[in-house]
């Protein structure tokens, strides 16, 4: 927590943090959009999983960023 209030933090915490939000899946949604969304969501649960298990990581994993 000091780490994080110092501002002493990866990319972890930036995509942790992120506001989150969900799909209707009744609307005719562009798939750029969808493929953001994911991307978003894989990102949020990976800086979640890192904060979780004590791990601090500066940028994510390559196959994340895709």
Do not use: S
């Amino acid at each position: 927590m000091r780490r994080l209030l110092k501002g002493d933090f990866g990319m972890d915490v930036q995509f942790a943090m992120t506001p989150q939000f969900d799909l209707n899946n009744e609307l005719d949604i562009p798939e750029d959009i969808l493929k953001n969304y994911r991307r978003a969501t894989r990102l949020r649960e990976w800086g979640w999983e890192q904060i979780m298990g004590g791990r601090c990581e500066a940028f994510p994993p390559t196959e994340l960023l895709l």
